[in-house]
Nanobody, 122 residues
Framework: QVQLAESGGGLVQAGGSLRLSCAASGRTFANYAMGWFRQAPGKEREFVAS????????YYPNSLKGRFTVSRDNAKKTVYLQMSSLKPEDTAVYYCAADRDFTVVVTKPFYWGQGTQVTVSS
């Protein structure tokens, strides 16, 4: 069982940066690949980034490469999403997710957090 809690969302101006955190419960955090997703009002949930259990592999959609960076600290059982050069279209609820399989976490992860709101003003 894994429980996830996101934090770090808020209001930021366009061009600014924000770092999201996701704290996980459970004793085997390093066994789980982690992912970040987002959902804007009226839109489908979108994959943002993923990272393998060891942290050695990451994956991003081409549209977000270079602006978003995912990392993790297994000792703290926390995964991070550093977002830079933010745009108003990045406004969404951001969710972290977990799955034992690095390929599955990109599409249908088993565990989900409750989400944190990110609003980028123009």
């Amino acid at each position: 069982q894994v429980q996830l809690a996101e934090s770090g969302g808020g209001l930021v101006q366009a061009g600014g940066s924000l770092r999201l955190s996701c704290a996980a419960s459970g004793r085997t955090f390093a066994n789980y690949a982690m992912g970040w997703f987002r959902q804007a009002p009226g839109k489908e949930r979108e994959f943002v980034a993923s990272i393998s259990g060891s942290g050695s592999n990451t994956y991003y959609p081409n549209s977000l490469k270079g602006r978003f960076t995912v990392s993790r600290d297994n000792a703290k059982k926390t995964v991070y999403l550093q977002m830079s050069s933010l745009k108003p279209e990045d406004t969404a609820v951001y969710y972290c997710a977990a799955d034992r399989d690095f390929t599955v976490v990109v599409t249908k992860p088993f565990y989900w957090g409750q989400g944190t709101q990110v609003t980028v003003s123009s």
